[in-house]
């Protein structure tokens, strides 16, 4: 998707650290960081949000909780906690319409909002 900041980490026009890659899924250090650990797992291919996903999607979906499970290990987050988060559309607080996970950890986490 043009003008999509995603879809240009996604096809290496613009350069990230890259955490994790599969054939469907990205992860890279959000760029502000919300918690000492800030991961972003993306899906490779545009989908706007969970809205946005179609019957097509199941195994991309489940896929995100998967990919999650492994970086939660690889940054040691699997015991101390972590937190999973997919903002949806405005209330959601969503600014990059791209479907993404938020991987937060590295600290004892507030309230949910
Ligand atoms: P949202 O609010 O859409 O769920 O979260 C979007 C996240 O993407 C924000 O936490 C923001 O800091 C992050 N972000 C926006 N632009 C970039 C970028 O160019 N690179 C990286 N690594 N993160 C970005
Ligand atoms: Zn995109």
């Known amino acids: 998707m043009e003008n999509c900041i995603f879809c ?5 026009e613009i350069a990230s650290e890259i955490l994790y890659e599969d054939d469907e899924l990205i992860a890279f250090y959000d760029i502000n960081p919300m ?3 800030h991961i972003l ?3 490779k291919k545009h989908v706007a949000n969970i ?3 179609s019957d097509d999607d199941h195994a991309l979906a489940c896929r995100v909780l998967f990919a999650a499970k492994e970086l939660a290990k690889k940054f040691n987050l699997d015991e101390s906690g972590f937190r999973l988060a997919l903002n949806n ?3 959601g607080g969503q600014e990059v319409f791209h479907l993404h996970a938020h991987i937060l950890g590295g ?3 507030g309230k949910m909002c």
């Open 8 to 12: 240009k980490i996604v096809n290496k």
């Open 35 to 37: 918690a000492p650990v």
């Open 41 to 43: 797992l993306v899906t």
């Open 51 to 53: 809205s946005d996903l």
């Open 89 to 91: 559309n405005a209330d």
């Open 107 to 109: 600290k004892k986490l």
